[in-house]
C-alpha cells in the first residue's frame, strides 16, 4: 500500500534520470575514464603494452624535445586560425547569397552542403589527385595551352599545410552556411523593414545587425570548427601523409603513429594529454558563459 | 597493477577494433565450417600479404600445412601495421590466433619480454638455427637463450635496380662500383635526359637511400656504432658526415613529382625505361616479373657497390602467442615444422622476391638475383641487420622522422646530425 502511493509521484521526477542514465555513464566511463586512464599511460613508461613503471613527466620532456612535434603543433595552430576563420567567412558568405531568395535556392543549398556528405578521406583523396602535380588541374590547365602553369602546392613544403586548409574548408563551409542560414531565416523581417526605410545598405544591416544577432550561431559554428581541428588526421593522411617529409605532420597523426605503428603507449598519452589542453581552453570560456547565462 | 592495465586497455582497445573483429568472424566462421569435418590442428594464422605475389606466396605455405595434416585458417589484413595491431590486441584480449606474422625486427620484442609468446626451441635445435642463420636474424628471435619467432625469409632492403636500355642510352658500360661511380652514373643518365634515380618520397623510402649510403660509403663498423650502439661520437663524426651528405647529394637526381609517390610506380619507372636506377628491397623484382622483364637480360640487380659491402637483411618471421591448450601448441608446432621446411621456404620465396632463410635449398630453382643474394648470405661477415633489427620502432621512427626532414627541407647536415643524435638517445 505504502509503495503504491509513493510509486506515483518519484516516478515521473525518475524517468528523464533514468532515461539521461546510459548517456550519463557513457560519458563518465568512456569520455573522462579514458581521459584519467590516458593521464595515468602518460606518466609510466609503456610501450606496446600498459605498464605501471612510473617515470613521472619523463615522456613530457621527450614529448617537447621531438622537433616532429613541435612542427606538428606549428602546423596545428596555423591550420586551425586559417580553417575557422575561412569557414566562417565563406559560410557566412554563401547563407548571404542563398538568403537573397535566389532562384533555385534548393539547388544551389544541396551543391553546398554536399561536400559535408563526404568523409575526410574521401575529401583528402579527391583533392589529392586534384593538387597532384602533372596531372589534375596541374595537367588539364597546361593541356589547355597554359604551358607557363604550374600548381605543385600539394608538394611544397613551405605551402602544402594550405592544401589541407583548402581541401578541409571546402568540405566543412557547407555545413556553416547550413547552420547560418537557419540563423539568418531567423531574423526578423521587420529589422530589415525598418533598415530599408532607414536606407540603410543590405551590407551594414549584416555586419552591425544581423551578425550580432547571430551570435550564438556563431558561438556553435566556432566550437564544431574548433573540434574538427583539433581532430585533424584523416584528410592529412589521405592527402600527404604528413609530408613531403614531415611538412604536413599533424599532433593527432604523431600520436597514431606511437600508439601502434612505433609501439609506444606512454608517449602517445602524453600527446593526448597535451592535445587535450587546447580543447579544455576552448571549452572553458564557452561552459563559463553558458552557466553565466543561466544564472543571470 | 599490469593486470588491471590489461583489462581497461582492453575495453579500449576491442571497442576500437570491433568492427575488423566482426568482418573476421565471419570469414573464420565459414572456414571453420568448412573443416569442422577434418580432424588434427587447427591453425589460425594473421598476416599481412594480401598482395597478388604475395598471396600466391603464403597459399603455398597453406597448402604445405593442409598436407601435414591440418587445418589452416587464413586470416588475412591488408596493411602490416593493421595486422600487427589487431594481433596485439588479440592477445591482450585473450584470443589470440595460433600464429602471427610479424617483421624480423624488434617489432615483437615487447611480446616476449612480457611473456606472452611460446618458444620453438625444439625445432631451432633440431635444424641448427645457431649456425644456419644469418646472425642479424639470431639477435632479434632469439632472447635470453630461446627461439620465439619461426623465420620465413630473408628479404634485402639495398638492392640497386636497374634498367638496362636506360644504361645503354646513357652510355654506361658497367655496373658502378663504388658510391663515386654510382654518382659518374646518375650523372650520365641525367645527361641522356632520364630521370637518374627513381624515388618515391615517402619516409621510409628514404631511410632506405640513408641505408644504401651508411652501409656502402660508412661502412660495416660505422653502420653499427650508429644503428646497434647508437654512439653519439659516431653520429657527431666527420665520416658519418659525409654520408649524411652523399645521401642528400642523391635527392638531386629525383625528379619533382618524387613526393607521396608509392615504389611500385617509381618500379614503374625504371620498367619503362624512363628512370635509371631504384635503390627498394627485393620486393621490387615481382613488378619487374609481373611486366614480363627478365633479370640480367632486361634490368640488373645490383646487392651494393663493393664486393664486401654489407647485405642489410629484413624479412618475416611467424610467432605463437602463449597458450596450454595441447591442440593449440600442436597446431603452433606444426605451423614451425612447416615454414621450416626447405620445400616450402623455396616455394614461398619463389614467389615472394626474397630468399629462403635455409642455405641447403635447391639454387637451381631461384632466379639470378636471388642466386646473387643467396651467394652473399653465406658469407657469414656479410649480412647486417636493417635499422629496425637493432632500434626499437620509436626509435627507428623517430630516425626517420629526422631523415625525411632532412631531405625534404633546407636542414644544414650539423642539425640532421643534432636530430638523428636526439632521436636516438630515447
Known amino acids: 500500500m505504502k509503495t503504491a502511493r509513493i510509486f506515483p509521484r518519484i516516478v515521473p521526477r525518475l524517468s528523464p534520470h533514468l532515461a539521461l542514465l546510459p548517456m550519463a555513464l557513457t560519458a563518465l566511463v568512456a569520455y573522462l575514464g579514458a581521459a584519467l586512464w590516458t593521464l595515468r599511460i602518460s606518466l609510466t613508461g609503456s610501450r606496446t603494452f600498459p605498464s605501471g613503471q612510473f617515470i613521472g613527466l619523463a615522456q613530457y620532456q621527450r614529448l617537447f624535445d621531438n622537433e616532429r612535434w613541435m612542427l606538428s603543433l606549428h602546423n596545428l595552430a596555423l591550420y586551425g586560425v586559417l580553417f575557422v576563420a575561412a569557414c566562417l567567412v565563406i559560410g557566412f558568405l554563401l547563407a548571404v547569397f542563398i538568403d537573397q531568395r535566389v532562384r533555385g535556392e534548393g539547388l544551389f543549398r544541396t551543391v553546398f552542403l554536399y561536400p559535408y556528405a563526404m568523409s575526410f578521406v574521401a575529401t583528402g583523396l579527391v583533392w589529392q589527385w586534384l593538387l597532384s602535380p602533372g596531372d589534375g588541374i596541374d595537367g588539364a590547365v597546361r593541356a589547355l595551352g597554359f604551358a607557363g602553369f604550374r600548381l605543385d602546392w600539394i608538394v611544397r613544403q613551405d605551402l602544402v599545410m594550405y592544401t589541407v586548409v583548402v581541401a578541409t574548408v571546402w568540405q566543412a563551409a557547407g555545413l556553416v552556411m547550413a547552420l547560418m542560414l537557419a540563423g539568418l531565416r531567423g531574423v526578423d523581417p521587420d529589422i530589415w523593414k525598418a533598415a530599408r526605410l532607414d536606407g540603410i545598405p543590405a551590407w551594414r544591416v549584416y555586419t552591425r545587425i ?15 570548427l574548433s573540434t574538427a581541428v583539433v581532430k585533424l588526421y584523416d584528410a592529412v593522411v589521405a592527402m600527404t601523409q604528413g609530408g613531403p617529409g614531415t611538412a604536413s605532420e599533424v599532433p593527432t597523426k604523431f600520436i597514431m603513429d606511437h600508439l601502434f605503428l612505433r609501439s609506444n603507449v606512454g608517449l602517445a598519452s602524453a600527446g593526448a594529454v597535451v592535445l587535450l589542453v587546447p580543447v579544455l581552453a576552448l571549452l572553458a570560456p564557452y561552459a563559463y558563459a553558458r552557466t553565466r547565462k543561466e544564472a543571470a | 597493477m599490469l ?15 570491433a568492427c575488423a573483429c566482426a568482418a573476421l568472424g565471419a570469414g573464420a566462421q565459414a572456414a571453420q565450417a568448412a573443416t569442422t569435418a577434418q580432424a588434427g590442428p587447427r591453425a589460425e594464422v594473421i598476416h599481412w600479404w594480401t598482395s597478388g605475389g604475395e598471396s600466391a606466396a603464403v597459399k603455398q605455405v597453406a597448402r604445405a600445412y593442409r598436407g601435414a595434416g591440418g587445418a589452416w585458417i587464413d586470416t588475412a589484413i591488408a596493411g602490416g601495421d593493421q595486422s600487427r595491431a589487431v594481433t596485439i590486441n588479440r592477445i591482450i584480449g ?72 636506360a644504361f645503354a642510352r646513357a652510355g654506361i ?125 632486361d634490368y640488373g ?14 624479412g618475416d618471421v611467424f610467432v605463437f602467442p602463449k597458450t596450454d591448450d595441447p591442440a593449440a601448441l600442436g597446431a603452433q608446432k606444426l605451423v614451425a615444422r612447416v615454414v621450416a621446411d626447405p620445400g616450402v621456404q623455396l616455394a614461398f620465396n619463389r614467389l615472394k622476391g626474397s630468399i629462403p632463410v635455409r642455405p641447403d635449398v635447391d639454387l637451381g630453382q631461384l632466379d639470378a638475383c636471388a642466386r646473387k643474394g643467396m651467394a652473399i648470405v653465406r658469407d657469414r661477415a656479410r649480412p647486417l641487420g636493417v635499422m629496425e633489427i637493432y632500434l626499437t620502432p620509436d626509435r627507428n621512427g623517430a630516425l626517420q622522422d629526422v631523415l625525411t626532414a632532412y631531405w625534404n627541407t633546407a636542414m644544414p647536415v650539423e642539425r640532421a646530425q643534432d636530430g638523428i643524435a636526439s632521436a636516438l638517445r630515447y
Not at chain 2, 651494393?304 to 637483411?313: A, K, N
Open chain 2, 173 to 297: 658500360a658497367r655496373e658502378p662500383r663504388s658510391v663515386d661511380e654510382l654518382f659518374i652514373a646518375l650523372d650520365k643518365l641525367r645527361a641522356a635526359g632520364l630521370v637518374p634515380l627513381a624515388h618515391g618520397g615517402q619516409a621510409w623510402q628514404e631511410s632506405i637511400l640513408f641505408s644504401l649510403m651508411l652501409s656502402n660509403l660508412g661502412g660495416r663498423d660505422l653502420y653499427l656504432r650508429v644503428i646497434r650502439d647508437r654512439e653519439p661520437a659516431a653520429i657527431r663524426s666527420a665520416a658519418f658526415r659525409r654520408v649524411l651528405l652523399a645521401y642528400k647529394r642523391l635527392r638531386g637526381y629525383v625528379d619533382p613529382a618524387a613526393p607521396g609517390r608509392n615504389w611500385n610506380d617509381a618500379t614503374a619507372m625504371v620498367i619503362q625505361g624512363r628512370a635509371g636506377i631504384q635503390v627498394m628491397g627485393d620486393w621490387a623484382k615481382g613488378e619487374f616479373t609481373a611486366a614480363g622483364q627478365m633479370p640480367e637480360r
Open chain 2, 301 to 314: 640487380c645490383l646487392p651494393g657497390l663493393s664486393p664486401t659491402s654489407p647485405y642489410l637483411v629484413q
Open chain 2, 3 to 17: 593486470g588491471a592495465g590489461r583489462t581497461a586497455l582492453r575495453t579500449w582497445l576491442c571497442s576500437l577494433c
Open chain 1, 210 to 224: 544581423v551578425l550580432p544577432m547571430l551570435w550564438p550561431t556563431v558561438a556553435t559554428v566556432l566550437l564544431l
Open chain 2, 94 to 165: 585473450g584470443k589470440p590466433p595460433t600464429a602471427a606474422q610479424f617483421n624480423t625486427s624488434k617489432q615483437f620484442l615487447d611480446i616476449i619480454e612480457e611473456d606472452l609468446l611460446n618458444d620453438v626451441d625444439d625445432i631451432a635445435r633440431r635444424d641448427g638455427w645457431d649456425r644456419m642463420l644469418p646472425q642479424p636474424i639470431i639477435d632479434v628471435i632469439k632472447v635470453k637463450g630461446h627461439w620465439y619467432a619461426a623465420p620465413m625469409n630473408i628479404h634485402m632492403q639495398t638492392w640497386l635496380w636497374y634498367s638496362k636500355a
